[in-house]
């Protein structure tokens, strides 16, 4: 029998958005090529100033590249160095037939990467070649030009609606179940009809005809123990997914928390309120969002000097300070303790940029709109975090401003999908909106 041919290894042309997104991403396509169009490193080096991850990754590939060529010259295929991995080279060809140039009526870098797809195409008529992209409207523009394009997929999860929630409902219970875990605290998971075997950290509502009660699984005794309703610095939880949130943020043996949730369902408010009431146990709070400009426009276009540019993005996270300290009354020293925290730099309310490269040793770290950050931004923040850190990172993953991510490649997304099952971690979705009824009346209809 004759033996089956190898295909041969597929050329991947990579755009400037998937490298931004993830400076090592020409090492992960197994055995097949890479081609850099020049127009992408061109707008890399338009990347290489700043503190932005954006900035970082950037920096990070020129560097790769500059390692990987050592005293070769990219202008021919060279190998990346790495077991099982292919080779890879720098096209500066960017004219092709068709000319999307031509086609789309503008010169602009994007057109330039088509061509030489096209390019690569028309040359290797033998290979598979594929654009690879994050920008969705120029992987739209390849397949209109009969152009192979896909999104890059690592790190992204394949299904949102089955993401981890963090919470189960159990209904008929038994009353003796339902009895002892009033009366003991605690009580064996075989007790209860779980269709699966309870995961660590996992929060339960428990439920039969004449009673209810709200639980979780422990995972030092690996018992099924009882959730009690807890307030957190005058700040009460409404609902059940609010009483698991405070309870995970203020369990001192979970160091990282996450918090998914529409608009007005009490993620950063029950978050902040969780460090305020622990104010003690930690050096300082960090509360830190990263900066998305309106219409991707950077903040130097806004006017002022930086803390008036960066004020705007920064103004949600102090409205919800200002919340929690009105739940007392201006003479009151709990009223008066947060602005002490401010003026003494207990309590730090900061962009994202301005935190990267620290050390995080005993602080409670809350990353607000985490679903604008990648996968990689997660990763870097979390190997951060020092002795006696607690990180909790809240948001909404269909709310999501940066444009070459979405809700299976977000880093919020990501964490959730990798993390949970862990004694370290937990996570809970947050469903019911309590911040008014017109607030859930524009979440539920709008």
Same mark, same amino acid.
């Given at each position: ?9 597929? =050329? ?6 998937? +490298? ?52 070769? *010259? ?59 992209? /994050?920008?969705?409207?120029?992987? =739209? ?5 009969? &152009? ?107 160091? &990282? ?14 978050? !902040? ?11 300082? +709070? ?49 009223? /008066? ?11 730090? =309310?900061?962009? !994202? ?20 950050? *990648? ?39 990501? &964490? ?31």
């Amino acid at each position: 029998m004759p033996r089956k041919k190898k295909a041969h290894p597929k =050329i991947f042309v990579l755009d400037t958005s998937v +490298i931004l997104y993830d400076h090592a991403s020409v090492t992960n396509f197994e055995e097949n090529d890479i081609a850099i169009p020049i127009s992408v490193l061109e707008e890399l080096d338009h990347f290489k100033k700043g503190n932005d991850t954006l900035n970082f990754n950037a920096r990070e590939f020129t560097r790769f590249m500059d390692g990987v060529s050592d005293k070769e *010259t990219l202008h021919e295929w060279v190998s990346l160095g790495k077991k099982g991995t292919g080779k890879i080279k720098v096209i500066m060809e960017e004219k092709s037939k068709p000319d999307a140039c031509e086609l789309f009526g503008a010169n602009k870098a994007d057109h330039r990467i088509l061509n030489v797809a096209i390019g690569l195409s028309n040359k290797y008529s033998d290979r598979k070649v594929i654009l690879v992209s /994050k920008d969705i409207n120029l992987r =739209i523009k390849a397949k209109s030009l009969d &152009l192979t394009a896909a999104d890059y997929e690592t790190g992204k999860i394949r299904d949102v609606s089955e993401l981890y929630s963090g919470k189960l409902l159990v209904e008929n219970a038994t009353t003796d179940a339902v009895d002892t875990l009033y009366q003991a605290g605690t009580c064996e998971s075989k007790d209860f009809p779980f269709v699966h075997p309870p995961e660590v950290n996992q929060y339960f509502i428990i439920k039969n005809t004449s009673s209810s009660a709200l639980a979780y699984f422990n995972p030092d005794s690996k018992l099924i123990e009882r959730v009690e309703k807890r307030n957190a610095y005058g700040i009460k939880p409404r609902n059940a997914e609010q009483v698991f949130a405070l309870h995970a943020l203020l369990n001192p043996a979970v160091k &990282l928390v996450t918090l998914q949730g529409v608009a007005g369902t009490g993620k950063t408010l029950l978050a !902040l309120a969780a460090a305020v009431e622990q104010r003690t146990e930690f050096h300082q +709070i960090f509360l830190a969002r990263p900066i998305v400009p309106l219409s991707n426009k950077d903040i130097g276009f806004l006017p002022g000097d930086i803390k008036s540019k960066i004020n705007p993005y920064m103004e949600p996270l102090y409205d919800n300070l200002k919340f929690i300290r009105n739940q007392f009354r201006e003479g009151d020293k709990e009223y /008066k303790r947060i602005n002490e925290m401010l003026e003494n730099d207990k309590l730090v =309310i900061t962009p !994202l940029a301005y935190i990267r490269g620290r050390s995080l040793s005993n602080i409670f770290f809350i990353v607000d709109e985490a679903q604008n950050l *990648t996968p990689h931004e997660v990763k870097t923040i979390i190997s951060r975090a020092g002795e006696n850190t607690k990180i909790v990172f809240t948001g909404d993953i269909y709310q999501i401003d940066t444009p070459y991510l979405d809700t299976q490649s977000n880093g919020l997304s990501y &964490l959730i999908d990798r993390i949970h099952g862990h004694p370290l971690a937990a996570h809970v979705k947050l469903e019911k909106g309590e911040r008014s009824e017109l607030a859930n009346l524009a979440n539920e209809l709008l």
